[in-house]
């Protein structure tokens, strides 16, 4: 058993060396390649989470068996087992739906370097969330902007490279501000292992030095990932990176990317500044804010659009919105609700992309509203499993999202300030409404029969799609079915969290 508490480094180690290997090789091979090793760290991410939970304490891993500050850590416990596995298998799941247009969209001279970019964004993942060091987690921080920018980009056409461009601009944003954070952080503390940090941070508050600087670097750092996950009004790089980027990058970026900045940075909440200091702290009021007014103007702004891709990729907005109002609300069931609505939306979102581009293969290639109609009945699988997601988004009971819903719920009714509780119960009700007026008008309009049409004609054509949105069918009915079992897990991960 005590081989298990390598397989967290072995995992990150093999991404990155695979992304090399891959680099010398053709598509075909390349493809081989990654699709072995998203699955090798998906069994090994399940061993560990079997392990951490069987033993009930998390374990730090020494890198090179040098303590600090020559050596590096890597920290796991049940809730890093628990989002490796999920990261692992929406990363599986969204590359093999998104295969065949991915050929269709990529030259064959190219797509080796997309599995590259895959590699290196599996291992910048599962770096953030299993890292215990600042330091690292920087670095990965800039290797996974990289890849996302790159597989953006790489579809060559226009649109694509101005997204790429959007996004690399404000991602690099992002970075300035957390790499100005760190420095602040290790300037006050002398210490990049989080740890130790945390140690450090509570005696400067108990002293009450250096208050202004300490605020600023928590609040730097807190925009800067804010920024590389899209929170409003931070998010004007994603709706054009999600629509013009291939299926399976668009899958990625909005199921995976942004939520492991998410999960980087309710680490660094939890272990570098320490929940009683955080949830003091009146930054959590500035995200909370910024939530509440995401998943307003996301739900707004996807409902003018005509659209598919790019109506999803504004519902993502009003989703990330969820996500930072949990956390917002400065408790643990607050926490609890957006950790798993992090589970929830990307379950959902990779679902809706490659759903979207099942429905768009049968429509003409195009995504347009009008060229639409009736594309459900042409490709039944796709159009069921938009089906489900759109009922998971608005929060249909037995899906993910209705979950997520009902938790954020019970978050704000415990809330210790009134005017949170009023004001997330409010936008919960007027969000859901707004996520069903958009909703419904696409399943309006997909599900719309047209005289003459064969029914279902076209759906069965890609197999690898038709498994991929089944599997992730499944995984948000089970979310949203079994809820009781995922949040005993994530509620005794967030315990070992600290």
Same mark, same amino acid.
């Given at each position: ?10 995992? $990150? ?19 081989? @390649? ?29 890198? %090179? ?5 020559? +050596?590096?850590? $890597? ?22 739906? +998104? @295969? ?14 997309? #599995? ?12 953030? !969330?299993? !890292?215990?060091?600042?330091? !690292? ?9 990289? +890849? ?16 790429? @461009? ?19 952080? #290790? ?22 030095? #250096? ?6 670097? /928590? ?7 804010? *920024? ?19 299926? &399976?990058?668009?899958? /990625? ?6 939520? &492991? ?6 680490? /660094?909440? #939890? ?22 007014? %995401? ?31 949990? $956390? ?18 990307? &379950? ?9 581009? +099942? ?67 409010? !936008? ?38 038709? @498994? ?11 979310? %949203? *079915? ?17």
């Amino acid at each position: 058993m005590e081989f298990i508490r390598n397989l967290p480094f072995i995992g $990150i180690f093999l991404c990155m060396s695979t992304g090399v290997i891959n680099s010398v090789l053709d598509g075909k091979w390349a493809k081989k @390649v990654s699709f072995t090793v998203i699955t090798a760290n998906l069994f090994m991410s399940i061993l560990v989470l079997y392990y951490v939970w069987q033993t009930k304490q998390s374990y730090i891993y020494v890198m %090179g068996h040098h303590p600090a500050p020559w +050596g590096n850590e $890597i920290r796991f416990g049940i809730l890093e087992g628990a989002f490796a596995t999920f990261f692992c298998l929406i990363m599986l799941l969204s590359v093999l739906g +998104g @295969v065949k247009r991915l050929e269709e969209d990529i030259s064959e001279k190219r797509s080796n370097l997309y #599995y590259v970019l895959v590699n290196l964004l599996m291992a910048a993942i599962l770096a953030l !969330t299993y !890292t215990n060091d600042l330091f !690292t987690a920087y670095v990965f921080v800039e290797i996974m902007t990289i +890849g996302a920018c790159g597989i953006i980009v790489i579809r060559g056409e226009g649109r694509s490279l101005l997204a790429s @461009v959007k996004y690399m601009i404000m991602s690099l944003l992002g970075s300035g501000l957390i790499l100005i954070g760190l420095t602040l952080i #290790y300037d006050l503390t002398g210490h990049l292992l989080m740890s130790n940090i945390q140690e450090a941070a509570q005696q400067l508050v108990k002293s009450g030095q #250096y208050q202004v600087p300490f605020t600023s670097a /928590i609040a730097l750092i807190s925009v800067g990932l804010a *920024m590389k996950s899209a929170l409003f009004p931070f998010h004007s790089w994603l709706p054009d990176a999600y629509t013009y980027a291939t299926s &399976a990058s668009s899958a /990625i970026l909005s199921s995976l990317v942004s939520k &492991a900045y998410i999960f980087l940075l309710i680490k /660094i909440y #939890y272990r570098v500044i320490g929940l009683s200091i955080i949830f003091q702290n009146k930054i959590l009021n500035i995200l909370f804010l910024f939530g509440i007014a %995401g998943m307003i103007f996301g739900s707004l702004s996807a409902i003018r659009q005509d659209d598919l891709k790019k109506m999803i990729a504004y519902s993502s907005v009003a989703q990330i919105g969820y996500i930072y109002m949990g $956390i917002g609300l400065g408790t643990t069931a607050g926490m609890l609700a957006a950790v798993f609505h992090i589970m929830s939306h990307a &379950a959902s979102k990779s679902m809706m992309f490659l759903s979207a581009s +099942g429905l768009s293969q049968v429509s003409g290639r195009s995504c347009n509203y009008r060229k639409l109609i009736g594309a459900a009945h042409r490709n039944r699988i796709a159009g069921f499993a938009f089906l489900v997601g759109a009922f998971s988004m608005v929060g249909i009971p037995m899906t993910a999202g209705y979950i997520s819903k009902v938790y954020f719920a019970q978050a704000a009714i415990q809330a210790p300030y009134q005017f949170k509780m009023i004001i997330t119960v409010i !936008t919960l009700g007027i969000s859901t409404i707004l996520n069903a007026v958009y909703f419904i008008r696409a399943l309006i309009v997909i599900y719309q029969p047209l005289k003459g049409q064969k029914q279902g004609a076209d759906g069965r054509r890609d197999f690898r799609m038709a @498994v991929a949105l089944w599997a992730l069918v499944v995984t948000n009915l089970f979310l %949203g *079915m079994h809820s009781d079992a995922v949040v005993d897990l994530l509620r005794a991960g967030l315990r070992m969290f600290c």
